[in-house]
């Protein structure tokens, strides 16, 4: 497994932007996809959007479409999410996954690795 290690998570205000990153400790990206979901307490955890690392195609949970950008730095070997005009609605804690080998990886039993999670919260 991949260890990955999610930063960017904050307090920001209704209308305000956040940029996620993940990135795998130590190593680089040796995953065909790398996805992003969200939960929020008492509630399942919820596919955000995906990339393909190969070529970079993207994926996204159709409610989500818009206003969330997802994006690999093959570089500097992360993937951020870009979230904008947040919404009190979106306060989640966000996980990064990799490792999986289908596409779109929608589940979380597609992934093999996952992050820690970073806390996003939105004030109205």
């Known amino acids: 497994q991949v260890q990955l290690v999610e930063s960017g998570g904050g307090l920001v205000q209704a209308g305000g932007s956040l940029r996620l990153s993940c990135a795998a400790a130590?190593?680089?990206?040796?995953?065909?996809?790398v996805g992003w979901f969200r939960q929020v307490p008492g509630k399942e955890r919820e596919f955000v959007a995906a990339?393909?690392?190969?070529?970079?195609?993207?994926y996204y949970a159709n409610s989500l479409k818009g206003r969330f950008t997802i994006s690999r730095d093959n570089g500097k070997n992360t993937v951020s999410l870009q979230i904008n005009s947040l919404k009190p609605e979106d306060t989640a804690v966000y996980y990064c996954?990799?490792?999986?080998?289908?596409?779109?990886?929608?589940?979380?039993?597609?992934?093999?690795?996952w992050g820690q999670g970073t806390q996003v919260t939105v004030s109205s």
């Open positions: 990339i393909r690392w190969s070529d970079g195609t993207t």
């Open positions: 996954a990799a490792e999986s080998r289908t596409w779109p990886p929608l589940y979380e039993y597609e992934y093999k690795s």
């Open positions: 130590g190593r680089t990206f040796s995953t065909y996809a």
